[in-house]
């Protein structure tokens, strides 16, 4: 009985810490919901909103920008992060321009597969920004 205790008070803390942070604004955001402002900040002005390659300023990219729809398969996941990162053609690279940049190109690739998986609305409205003090 005795090794009871310990474990009663731990649990006594856990729910007294879950009420409490109830009261405080979440830091971060959902995972997808980063990802879904990221690629609308920084990515659908060329790939679109839907990824057909029809954002509004594709007709000024010589070749055009790609159709990434049928493309975030795990297979092609590597190389397309690394195209994130170190740009290709004329796609820039974002490895200088974020915070943590593999982190934030891995959060866009998720939201886009959940795109693909039509679990996600291309240009679905999204929630005011949450403070966050950190980047
Ligand atoms: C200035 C326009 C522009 C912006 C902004 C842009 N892209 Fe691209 N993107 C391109 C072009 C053009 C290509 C084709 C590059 C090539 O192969 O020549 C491309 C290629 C890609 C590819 C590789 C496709 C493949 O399978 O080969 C991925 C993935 C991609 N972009 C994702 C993104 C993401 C995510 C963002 C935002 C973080 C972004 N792009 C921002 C123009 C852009």
């Not at 474990?7 to 980063?34: M, N, Q, S, Y």
């Not at 509004?56 to 195209?83: K, S």
Request: charged fraction near 20%; include cysteine.
């Amino acid at each position: 009985m005795k090794k009871m205790l310990p474990i009663g008070l731990a649990f006594c803390f856990l729910v007294a810490g879950t009420a409490w942070a109830k009261g405080v604004p979440k830091k971060r955001e959902a995972a997808d919901v980063r990802g879904q402002r990221s690629w609308e900040q920084h990515c659908q002005s060329c790939h679109g909103l839907d990824m057909s390659g029809s954002g509004p300023a594709a007709a000024a990219i010589p070749g055009g920008v790609p159709d990434l729809r049928g493309t975030l398969t795990p297979e092609n996941r590597e190389r397309q992060l690394q195209v994130i990162l170190e740009g290709q053609g004329y796609m820039p690279a974002f490895q200088e321009s974020w915070y943590n940049p593999v982190r934030d190109s891995k959060l866009v690739l998720d939201y886009l597969v959940l795109v693909e998986a039509g679990e996600r609305k291309p240009g679905s409205p999204l929630p005011t920004p949450a403070v966050t003090t950190e980047p």
